[in-house]
């Protein structure tokens, strides 16, 4: 059973650039969350997919958008940047009906300068 | 609007000795309440969710309607139990709100 693996790692993007980061969902996971995490901070909701619709949406612009793929595969992308940008951004995948068992990434360490 | 207080950044407690972590939750319905870790170089994990009523690592919490509080206990802290823990509210069940995390440091 693989996990949730995320990419890149890290990126260092400049302001006004666009990013996308990607996420791979543990095996039979139909769901897919986004997270932001600012340094001291706890992650924040960004958006939810399922069967490739979004399924809920946090506080944030539409600058974030996302994506989910057939494979449950999904990305995260994230327009105009700008310097608050800079967090650690995580992936979570679940199945749908399963107590909300999430399963995180590492997640991807973006910097705007 | 639904928030998770974790009023302290930083928790040390001796090896074992017992050990609180405390949340508080605003919200005004029925919430699914949860405990994350993320131990040193370790992604985010579920520790444990208060609908299942479980202990996990000898962890428990619950749920305190009254005080709006699902604070994390165990009775002797161990050192591999040095983490950070965060408390997450889930109110529609397809998000979670998490509160600001509490370092908790076991000293040997």
């Known amino acids: 059973e693989t996990g949730v693996t995320q990419s890149p790692t890290h990126l260092i993007k400049t302001r006004g650039q666009q990013v996308t980061l990607r996420c791979s969902s543990q095996?039979?996971?139909?769901?897919v969350s986004w997270y932001q995490q600012a340094l001291g901070q706890g992650p924040q909701f960004i958006f939810q997919y399922y069967r490739e619709e979004e399924n809920g949406r946090g506080n944030f612009p539409p600058r974030f958008s996302g994506l989910q793929f057939p494979n449950y595969s999904s990305e995260l992308n994230v327009n105009a940047l700008e310097l608050d940008d800079s967090a650690l951004y995580l992936c979570?995948?679940?199945?749908?009906?399963?107590?909300?068992?999430?399963?995180f990434g590492s997640g991807t360490r973006l910097t705007v300068v | 609007a639904q928030r998770v207080t974790q009023p302290e950044k930083l928790l040390s407690v001796f090896k074992g000795a017992p050990v609180e972590l405390k949340c508080n939750y605003s919200?005004?319905?029925?919430?699914?309440l949860f405990w994350y870790v993320q131990y040193s170089r370790q992604r985010l994990q579920l520790l444990l969710r208060h609908i299942s009523r479980e202990s996990i690592k000898g962890f428990t919490a619950d749920l305190n309607k009254g005080e709006t509080s699902f604070h994390l206990k165990k009775p002797f802290a161990q050192e591999e139990d040095s983490a950070m823990y965060y408390c997450?509210?889930?109110?529609?069940?397809?998000?979670?709100?998490f509160g600001t995390g509490t370092s908790l440091t076991v000293i040997p």
């Open positions: 979570a995948s679940s199945l749908t009906g399963d107590g909300m068992r999430y399963t």
């Open positions: 997450a509210l889930s109110p529609t069940g397809n998000q979670f709100y």
């Open positions: 919200y005004s319905g029925s919430p699914e």
């Open positions: 095996s039979g996971h139909n769901t």
